[in-house]
Protein backbone atom coordinates (compact mmCIF):
# COMPACT_ATOMS: atom_id res chain seq x y z
CA UNK A 1 0.00 0.00 0.00
CA UNK A 2 1.37 3.40 -0.42
CA UNK A 3 -0.41 5.86 1.26
CA UNK A 4 -3.61 6.41 3.50
CA UNK A 5 -5.97 8.68 1.53
CA UNK A 6 -6.75 11.44 4.70
CA UNK A 7 -10.75 11.07 5.99
CA UNK A 8 -11.96 13.48 7.21
CA UNK A 9 -14.61 12.42 9.49
CA UNK A 10 -11.54 10.94 11.33
CA UNK A 11 -10.41 13.69 11.88
CA UNK A 12 -7.07 12.69 9.63
CA UNK A 13 -4.42 15.17 9.14
CA UNK A 14 -1.06 13.34 8.95
CA UNK A 15 2.03 15.52 10.15
CA UNK A 16 4.40 15.76 7.32
CA UNK A 17 6.98 17.59 9.38
CA UNK A 18 9.70 15.11 10.78
CA UNK A 19 10.86 17.70 12.87
CA UNK A 20 7.71 18.62 14.79
CA UNK A 21 7.50 14.70 15.08
CA UNK A 22 10.41 14.40 16.56
CA UNK A 23 9.97 17.56 18.69
CA UNK A 24 6.48 15.63 20.11
CA UNK A 25 8.24 12.47 20.95
CA UNK A 26 10.98 14.39 22.75
CA UNK A 27 8.37 15.86 24.87
CA UNK A 28 8.26 12.55 26.97
CA UNK A 29 9.83 12.32 30.32
CA UNK A 30 10.02 8.48 30.06
CA UNK A 31 10.08 8.56 34.30
CA UNK A 32 7.33 6.53 35.80
CA UNK A 33 6.58 4.21 32.96
CA UNK A 34 7.67 1.74 30.64
CA UNK A 35 5.32 1.76 28.14
CA UNK A 36 4.05 4.51 25.79
CA UNK A 37 0.38 4.24 23.74
CA UNK A 38 0.35 6.62 20.98
CA UNK A 39 -3.35 6.82 19.90
CA UNK A 40 -4.27 7.21 16.06
CA UNK A 41 -0.81 7.13 14.44
CA UNK A 42 -1.88 7.25 11.07
CA UNK A 43 0.93 6.33 9.09
CA UNK A 44 3.02 6.34 11.68
CA UNK A 45 5.29 9.94 11.79
CA UNK A 46 5.11 10.18 15.12
CA UNK A 47 5.36 6.72 16.14
CA UNK A 48 8.83 6.60 14.28
CA UNK A 49 10.34 8.99 17.13
CA UNK A 50 8.48 7.03 20.07
CA UNK A 51 10.06 3.50 18.84
CA UNK A 52 13.56 5.04 19.12
CA UNK A 53 12.50 5.75 22.55
CA UNK A 54 14.06 3.41 25.53
CA UNK A 55 10.19 2.17 26.02
CA UNK A 56 7.51 0.00 24.32
CA UNK A 57 5.35 1.93 21.97
CA UNK A 58 2.07 0.39 21.14
CA UNK A 59 -0.46 2.24 19.01
CA UNK A 60 -4.71 2.38 18.86
CA UNK A 61 -5.57 3.26 15.49
CA UNK A 62 -9.69 3.05 14.43
CA UNK A 63 -8.89 3.28 11.02
CA UNK A 64 -8.58 -0.16 8.99
CA UNK A 65 -6.08 1.39 6.03
CA UNK A 66 -3.99 2.93 8.57
CA UNK A 67 -3.82 -0.01 10.62
CA UNK A 68 -2.58 -2.03 7.52
CA UNK A 69 -0.08 0.86 6.33
CA UNK A 70 1.61 0.65 9.82
CA UNK A 71 1.21 -3.24 9.71
CA UNK A 72 3.52 -3.30 6.37
CA UNK A 73 5.68 -0.61 7.06
CA UNK A 74 6.64 -1.12 10.78
CA UNK A 75 7.94 -4.71 11.94
CA UNK A 76 8.83 -3.05 15.05
CA UNK A 77 4.87 -2.78 16.18
CA UNK A 78 4.09 -6.51 15.43
CA UNK A 79 1.73 -7.43 18.17
CA UNK A 80 1.10 -3.67 19.38
CA UNK A 81 -0.77 -1.83 17.09
CA UNK A 82 -4.20 -2.27 18.60
CA UNK A 83 -7.03 -2.01 15.47
CA UNK A 84 -9.57 -0.17 18.13
CA UNK A 85 -11.52 3.22 18.61
CA UNK A 86 -9.35 4.56 21.56
CA UNK A 87 -12.65 6.22 23.72
CA UNK A 88 -14.30 3.12 23.75
CA UNK A 89 -11.22 0.71 24.36
CA UNK A 90 -10.50 -0.81 27.78
CA UNK A 91 -6.58 -0.35 28.59
CA UNK A 92 -6.54 -3.26 31.02
CA UNK A 93 -6.97 -6.11 28.17
CA UNK A 94 -3.24 -5.22 27.24
CA UNK A 95 -2.22 -3.22 29.68
CA UNK A 96 -3.44 -4.67 33.37
CA UNK A 97 -2.98 -2.04 35.75
CA UNK A 98 0.30 -0.90 34.54
CA UNK A 99 1.58 2.75 33.47
CA UNK A 100 1.17 3.45 30.46
CA UNK A 101 1.99 6.84 28.70
CA UNK A 102 -0.22 8.17 25.96
CA UNK A 103 1.08 10.38 22.99
CA UNK A 104 -0.57 11.26 19.91
CA UNK A 105 -0.70 14.07 17.29
CA UNK A 106 -4.92 13.36 17.92
CA UNK A 107 -7.60 13.30 16.33
CA UNK A 108 -9.21 16.88 17.10
CA UNK A 109 -12.67 16.14 16.55
CA UNK A 110 -12.81 13.80 19.77
CA UNK A 111 -9.86 15.89 21.40
CA UNK A 112 -11.96 16.79 24.71
CA UNK A 113 -13.27 13.37 24.91
CA UNK A 114 -9.76 12.08 24.65
CA UNK A 115 -8.95 14.49 28.26
CA UNK A 116 -11.83 13.25 29.57
CA UNK A 117 -10.81 9.39 29.44
CA UNK A 118 -7.17 10.46 30.51
CA UNK A 119 -8.50 11.63 33.57
CA UNK A 120 -10.78 8.84 33.99
CA UNK A 121 -8.17 6.10 33.70
CA UNK A 122 -5.91 8.84 35.65
CA UNK A 123 -4.08 5.89 38.37
CA UNK A 124 -3.09 4.10 35.27
CA UNK A 125 -1.93 7.54 33.38
CA UNK A 126 1.05 9.25 34.57
CA UNK A 127 1.95 11.34 31.57
CA UNK A 128 -0.01 12.41 28.55
CA UNK A 129 1.81 14.49 25.56
CA UNK A 130 0.76 15.66 21.87
CA UNK A 131 -0.53 18.10 20.22
CA UNK A 132 -4.51 19.14 19.76
CA UNK A 133 -5.86 22.14 18.17
CA UNK A 134 -3.75 25.11 19.23
CA UNK A 135 -7.30 26.40 21.57
CA UNK A 136 -7.84 23.37 23.52
CA UNK A 137 -3.99 23.15 24.13
CA UNK A 138 -4.02 26.42 25.34
CA UNK A 139 -7.56 25.90 27.34
CA UNK A 140 -6.18 22.79 29.31
CA UNK A 141 -3.13 24.50 30.05
CA UNK A 142 -5.29 27.82 31.37
CA UNK A 143 -4.83 29.34 34.95
CA UNK A 144 -7.66 31.43 36.67
CA UNK A 145 -9.05 34.63 35.52
CA UNK A 146 -8.47 34.34 31.61
CA UNK A 147 -12.06 33.34 29.14
CA UNK A 148 -11.30 30.35 28.19
CA UNK A 149 -10.27 29.22 31.48
CA UNK A 150 -13.09 26.77 31.86
CA UNK A 151 -13.93 23.10 33.11
CA UNK A 152 -11.25 21.37 30.91
CA UNK A 153 -8.56 23.81 32.69
CA UNK A 154 -9.90 23.07 35.96
CA UNK A 155 -10.53 19.33 35.77
CA UNK A 156 -6.88 18.23 34.20
CA UNK A 157 -5.15 20.16 36.39
CA UNK A 158 -6.59 18.91 39.40
CA UNK A 159 -4.55 16.03 38.47
CA UNK A 160 -2.17 16.80 36.18
CA UNK A 161 0.50 19.75 35.70
CA UNK A 162 -0.08 21.06 32.70
CA UNK A 163 2.16 22.80 30.03
CA UNK A 164 1.53 24.63 27.01
CA UNK A 165 4.73 23.81 25.22
CA UNK A 166 4.78 25.05 21.46
CA UNK A 167 2.42 26.25 18.57
CA UNK A 168 2.48 24.49 14.76
CA UNK A 169 1.31 26.29 11.85
CA UNK A 170 -1.69 24.98 9.81
CA UNK A 171 1.39 23.97 6.78
CA UNK A 172 2.62 21.01 7.81
CA UNK A 173 -0.26 18.79 7.48
CA UNK A 174 -1.74 16.97 4.81
CA UNK A 175 -4.54 18.46 4.12
CA UNK A 176 -3.66 21.39 6.34
CA UNK A 177 -6.46 21.86 8.89
CA UNK A 178 -8.16 25.44 9.54
CA UNK A 179 -6.51 26.08 12.88
CA UNK A 180 -3.25 26.11 14.22
CA UNK A 181 -2.26 23.20 16.61
CA UNK A 182 -0.57 22.89 20.02
CA UNK A 183 1.57 20.53 21.79
CA UNK A 184 0.91 19.97 25.78
CA UNK A 185 2.21 17.58 28.06
CA UNK A 186 0.73 16.32 31.45
CA UNK A 187 2.48 15.33 34.17
CA UNK A 188 0.25 13.79 36.98
CA UNK A 189 0.84 15.23 40.60
CA UNK A 190 2.30 13.39 43.27
CA UNK A 191 -0.07 13.56 45.22
CA UNK A 192 -3.16 13.66 42.34
CA UNK A 193 -5.59 11.98 45.07
CA UNK A 194 -7.66 14.81 46.05
CA UNK A 195 -8.68 15.65 49.30
CA UNK A 196 -12.54 15.74 48.48
CA UNK A 197 -15.32 13.72 47.00
CA UNK A 198 -13.83 13.60 43.23
CA UNK A 199 -17.16 12.93 41.99
CA UNK A 200 -18.94 15.86 43.50
CA UNK A 201 -16.05 17.90 42.09
CA UNK A 202 -16.48 17.27 38.89
CA UNK A 203 -20.33 18.08 39.48
CA UNK A 204 -20.05 21.58 41.08
CA UNK A 205 -16.95 22.60 38.43
CA UNK A 206 -19.49 21.49 35.37
CA UNK A 207 -22.45 23.03 36.63
CA UNK A 208 -20.29 25.86 37.39
CA UNK A 209 -19.32 26.92 34.25
CA UNK A 210 -22.52 25.73 32.37
CA UNK A 211 -23.44 29.07 33.84
CA UNK A 212 -19.93 31.15 33.91
CA UNK A 213 -21.44 34.72 33.80
CA UNK A 214 -23.25 33.94 36.90
CA UNK A 215 -21.95 33.50 40.22
CA UNK A 216 -21.70 30.42 42.00
CA UNK A 217 -24.63 31.23 44.38
CA UNK A 218 -26.94 30.79 41.32
CA UNK A 219 -25.05 28.39 38.84
CA UNK A 220 -25.20 25.93 41.82
CA UNK A 221 -29.19 26.61 42.76
CA UNK A 222 -29.89 23.18 41.36
CA UNK A 223 -27.65 21.74 44.29
CA UNK A 224 -30.07 23.18 46.77
CA UNK A 225 -27.57 23.84 48.66
CA UNK A 226 -27.82 25.32 52.64
CA UNK A 227 -28.66 28.98 53.61
CA UNK A 228 -26.23 29.44 55.48
CA UNK A 229 -23.65 27.91 53.08
CA UNK A 230 -24.55 30.87 50.77
CA UNK A 231 -23.24 33.14 53.10
CA UNK A 232 -19.63 32.08 52.52
CA UNK A 233 -17.75 34.89 49.81
CA UNK A 234 -16.50 32.46 47.62
CA UNK A 235 -20.42 32.40 46.42
CA UNK A 236 -20.35 35.82 45.30
CA UNK A 237 -17.58 34.71 43.06
CA UNK A 238 -18.10 33.47 39.18
CA UNK A 239 -16.37 30.18 38.16
CA UNK A 240 -13.38 31.85 36.60
CA UNK A 241 -12.01 33.34 39.50
CA UNK A 242 -11.42 29.94 41.38
CA UNK A 243 -8.67 27.87 41.48
CA UNK A 244 -8.37 24.27 41.46
CA UNK A 245 -7.48 24.38 44.09
CA UNK A 246 -10.63 27.11 45.23
CA UNK A 247 -12.87 24.50 43.55
CA UNK A 248 -11.87 21.53 45.46
CA UNK A 249 -11.92 23.61 49.21
CA UNK A 250 -15.46 24.53 47.64
CA UNK A 251 -16.35 21.23 47.17
CA UNK A 252 -15.25 20.25 50.73
CA UNK A 253 -17.42 22.75 52.11
CA UNK A 254 -20.35 21.78 50.35
CA UNK A 255 -19.72 17.84 51.04
CA UNK A 256 -19.83 19.17 55.03
CA UNK A 257 -23.50 20.59 54.54
CA UNK A 258 -24.50 17.32 53.01
CA UNK A 259 -25.61 17.52 48.96
N1 LIG B 1 -0.52 10.84 14.18
C1 LIG B 1 -0.71 10.89 12.73
C2 LIG B 1 -2.19 11.04 12.35
C3 LIG B 1 -2.91 12.20 12.95
S1 LIG B 1 -4.57 12.33 12.37
C4 LIG B 1 0.09 12.04 12.15
O1 LIG B 1 0.57 12.89 12.90
O2 LIG B 1 0.25 12.10 10.94
C5 LIG B 1 -5.48 11.55 13.70
C6 LIG B 1 -5.45 10.02 13.66
O3 LIG B 1 -6.32 9.54 14.68
C7 LIG B 1 -5.95 9.40 12.36
O4 LIG B 1 -5.04 8.42 11.95
C8 LIG B 1 -7.30 8.78 12.73
O5 LIG B 1 -7.63 7.65 11.97
C9 LIG B 1 -7.08 8.43 14.19
N2 LIG B 1 -8.31 8.32 15.00
C10 LIG B 1 -9.43 9.06 14.87
N3 LIG B 1 -10.33 8.71 15.81
C11 LIG B 1 -9.75 7.71 16.56
C12 LIG B 1 -10.17 6.94 17.67
N4 LIG B 1 -11.37 7.12 18.21
N5 LIG B 1 -9.34 6.00 18.18
C13 LIG B 1 -8.11 5.81 17.62
N6 LIG B 1 -7.66 6.53 16.57
C14 LIG B 1 -8.46 7.47 16.04
Known sequence: MDKVKAKKHLGQHFLKDENI?????????????NKVLEIGPGMGVLTKYLLEKPVETYVIEIDEESVEY????YLKLHGKILSEDFLRYDLSKTFGNEQVAIAGNFPYNISTQIVFKVLELRDQIPEFAGMFQKEVAERICEKKGSKTYGILSVLTQAFYEAEYLFTVPENVFIPPPKVKSGVLRLKRKENYKLECDEKLLFRVVKLAFNQRRKTLRNSLKTLNLDDNLKEDSIFGLRPEQLS????????????????
Not at 244 to 259: C, N, P, S
Open 70 to 73: LQAH
Open 244 to 259: TEDFIALTQKIAAYGV
Open 21 to 33: AKNIADTLTLQGY
